[in-house]
């Protein structure tokens, strides 16, 4: 079964720093998702990626998916308070059938100090 | 465009009773899926349902099973609840036809068992 392996497991930045984080997948990518959660509440939507190189933008989120390393990065530039949470990259668990099942990683925790 | 919905937002039950979380799915999706989050956990699969049938399953044993309804609203039911099931569980739904569509997350039922 796929894994998805995210580094760092948590983070603490000041306010107006930069910051990466990567998701690692054991299996072929099909699909990648980057979700936001707040603590104990339901997952928000960030961006899907499909294709190898690819790389979409939104405000100051920034998410590439390099296929050959089975690797996406999620980068924010000059990090706000709003930007704290739980940061989930998903992946397409069943890479032909269509079946939308996610496997998820474990998270990593973003705290942005002012 | 109404969002996902959960309802209960929490639950406390005890060992051995049975749960009923229901969920309605965002306008124009058939597609809905359960997942089952721990505490600093990312999200694991539990079922999907497609046009009231299952539609692909993780590894959760009988106990916890489920129902869609022609408006394509969901339930998850869990029987002989154990103090392991205590979670947040969270619904997700998808548009049909699109392949990769994105899933689009409720806020979650915050399940405690005692």
């Known amino acids: 079964s796929q894994e998805l392996e995210q580094s760092p497991q948590s983070l603490i930045v000041q306010e107006g720093k930069n910051l990466t984080i990567n998701c690692t997948s054991s299996?072929?990518?099909?699909?990648l998702y980057w979700y936001k959660q707040k603590y104990g509440e339901g997952l928000i939507f960030l961006m899907m990626?499909?294709?190898?190189?690819e790389e979409k933008s939104h405000e100051k989120i920034t998410a590439k998916l390099d296929e050959k390393k089975q690797q996406s990065s999620l980068h924010i530039t000059a990090s706000q308070p709003s930007h704290a949470g739980i940061y989930l990259c998903?992946?397409?668990?069943?890479?032909?059938?269509?079946?939308?099942?996610?496997?998820f990683g474990s998270g990593t925790r973003l705290q942005v100090q002012p | 465009e109404t969002g996902v919905t959960q309802s209960p937002t929490h639950l406390i039950k005890t060992r051995g009773q049975q749960v009923t979380l229901r969920c309605s799915s965002q306008?124009?999706?058939?597609?809905v899926s359960w997942y089952q989050q721990a505490l600093g956990q990312g999200p694991q699969f539990i079922f999907q349902y497609y046009r009231e049938e299952e539609n692909g399953r993780g590894n959760f044993p009988p106990r916890f099973s489920g129902l869609q309804f022609p408006n394509y609203s969901s339930e998850l039911n869990v029987n002989a609840l154990e103090l392991d099931d205590s979670a947040l569980y969270l619904c997700?739904?998808?548009?049909?036809?699109?392949?990769?569509?994105?899933?689009?997350f409720g806020p979650g039922t915050r399940l405690l068992v005692l």
């Open positions: 306008s124009g999706h058939n597609t």
């Open positions: 299996k072929t990518l099909y699909g």
């Open positions: 998903g992946a397409d668990s069943d890479g032909d059938t269509g079946r939308r099942a996610l496997t």
């Open positions: 997700a739904s998808s548009s049909p036809g699109a392949w990769r569509e994105t899933q689009y």
């Open positions: 990626l499909q294709k190898g190189g």
